[in-house]
């Protein structure tokens, strides 16, 4: 059941990771680069993409 619902909301980590990409790098590239995992824009995407989609699978899986 697990992998049907992380395949069904993969979409949604893509699309948080991409936005997540763009709007870091706008702002390290401003030098505000506080609250960077390790001081990685890809890194601290990537986490935050996952985290996503994580979050959503499991909203999905109680909501049916």
């Known amino acids: 059941m697990l992998p049907e619902l992380l395949h069904q909301t993969a979409g949604i980590g893509v699309g948080t990771f991409l ?6 790098s706008v702002r390290a590239r401003q030098g505000k680069r506080g609250g960077l995992v390790r ?24 909501m049916g």
Not at 19 to 24: D, E, K
Not at 39 to 60: H, N, P
């Open 19 to 24: 936005g997540a990409l763009i709007g870091l």
């Open 39 to 62: 001081g990685s824009v890809f890194l601290t995407s990537v986490l935050v993409g996952m985290a996503a989609w994580v979050a959503m699978a499991v909203l999905r899986g109680i």
